[in-house]
């Protein structure tokens, strides 16, 4: 198994988890920009030997002409100077820069981005600063763990911080030694292995993913870089706890599972959640062989009480047991037979490769990402401590429904309707505007860090249904999944909300049908009819941060109908090859005689339109959806 650390923000009014002991705080000078930085990672880390193949991925550029020089270094270590040559293709989408594997063990691919990154960045963002380094657990990850180590060395950090648990093959854990950022090595719902997919991001100083302004220098760096900085020190065994230091550089492994677990404590009330599983209430959770699947059971079996066997693929595989570790209908669809099944549990859920998205069903129903978000925020403050005083403000991505819009409005809460990306989050959680936000990518999240989090999603739900069963005694019919959800219809309405996903588009294609849609909304106007439907307006969504004033653009193309109906088209940025075009199909019904109906059939009229509209078939050859969600 390889090293797996999953890495988020805490910035909680009412919780601070415990310090660094003083026998590991000692080790490294630190002067981080930002002392309120907390990481939340997974490791799963078993002994097995290391790989040395890492060693071939950073090389001259030309050892004919030209090789390493090595100089000395205030830290004590030597550091050699590696000449290189730009690389093709190294600009990040959404979620970081995702390739396949193949293309990260090319000679320098990861060197020359991790490097760029060092030149992008302040030095006092990092010298002599603390950083931490982790990801979901996929193939590659140890490799390229000993290349991070070593450039961050080179590049004058002070200490690099990663998890470990050597009881098991890995936990959730909460970090709070106040980083300067950290390293994520994941591709976070796509497959894993050696012919499948790797990716790298970096979380900056108050934990939330690197902005744009950021992620743009780094690529600006990566087409003009030279030189490598890498330190000359031995590979560091990941798999032992404890402080290694070279000159005045350390690297420390620990396993911090009981900050994440008080984490928890503080924002759930444990205990009623374990009532509810000591009624007649069946639970399981679907880990899909990744990174959750190792904290599973030290969370929801030995600490809430659920049955062993509720915890289904729980062992986290390299390769997600060749698997594709996205929590939806289609890549779930086990999970989602047995919820469907005629005796299915009272509640399903599953998570994604590195443990940020999720999935909720109940028996014989599937709840929408859109509305759990929803559903989530009308609850809160009800059934969650954290939420005693009531959220702050709520917030979604722009092609989310606007089933959460409607409870804002009801509570009189400031909402925000952001781009994709959950680094626009961050900003409005740093400023205290926002406590719960969502995507209807099946991320779900609050400020209790600084990324989306699926335990914590499940365990919102888990809250919602004991709250609502509070009350009730052995043997009494409990209020199920498919009843708070209904109930929140016949309050709010029902926002009826469709994703279909074409992946692996040729880019060519996809691009074109997206300058087309571009094109049509320019010349589009108010009262212009597409089918039955009437046209508000149509525009190319841009965005203007509250907080920082920045300026987001050509974040999405919309068409938003009169009668509240909306088609929404996007190009995916979390792929790691070709291009994936998201179209997003939207409609309100607040006649609650009609809620019953199936999505894609109270749909289709729009699905079809959505689809006429695009000429996705003439631009991209695709005849059917890869998911529909």
Known sequence: MALSLRLHNLLSPTFRPKTLSSSSSSNATLSPPNPSLSLLSSSPLPHLPLRTSHSLAIRAASSSSSSPTTVADPQGIKINLVPTKPIEGQKTGTSGLRKKVKVFQQENYLANWIQALFDSLPPEDYKNGLLVLGGDGRYFNREAAQIIIKIAAGNGVGKILVGNNQKEAGKLVLLDFSANGGFIMSASHNPGGPDYDWGIKFNYNSGQPAPESI?????????????????????????????????????????????????????????????????????????????????????????????????????????????????????????????????????????????????????????????????????????????????????????????????????????????????????????????????????????HIREKDGIWAVLAWLSIIAYCNKDKKPGEKLVSVADVVKKHWATYGRNFFSRYDYEECKSAGANKMIDYLRELISSSKTGDKYGNYILQFADDFTYTDPVDGSVASKQGVRFVFTDGSRISYRLSGTGSAGATVRIYIEQYEPDASKHDVDAQTALKPLIDLALSVSKLKEFTGREKPTVIT
């Open 215 to 447: 992620t743009d220098m780094i690529y600006g760096n990566t087409l003009s870089i030279t030189e490598i900085k890498i330190a000359d020190i031995a590979d560091v065994d990941l798999s032992t706890l404890g402080v290694v230091k070279y000159g005045k550089f350390s690297v420390e492994v620990v396993d911090p599972v009981s900050d994440y677990l008080e984490l928890l404590e503080n924002v759930f009330d444990f205990q009623l959640i374990k009532s509810l599983l000591q009624l007649d209430f069946r639970f399981m959770f679907d880990a899909m062989h990744a990174v959750t699947g190792a904290y599973a059971k030290p969370i929801f079996v030995d600490k809430l009480g659920a049955s062993p066997d509720s915890i289904s693929n729980g062992v986290p595989l390299e390769d997600f047991g060749h698997g594709h570790p996205d929590p939806n209908l289609t890549y779930a669809k086990d999970l989602v037979n047995i919820l469907y099944s005629e005796n299915g549990p009272d509640f399903g859920a599953a998570s994604d490769g590195d443990g940020d998205r999720n999935m909720i069903l109940g028996r014989g129903f599937f709840v929408t990402p859109s509305d759990s978000v929803a559903i989530i925020a009308a609850n809160a403050q009800e059934a969650i401590p954290y939420f005693r005083s009531g959220p702050k403000g709520l917030a979604r991505s722009m092609p989310t429904s606007g089933a959460l819009d409607r409870v804002a409005e009801k509570l009189k809460l400031p909402f925000f309707e952001v781009p994709t990306g959950w680094k626009f989050f961050g900003n409005l959680m740093d400023a205290g505007k926002l406590s719960i936000c969502g995507e209807e990518s099946f991320g779900t999240g609050s400020d």
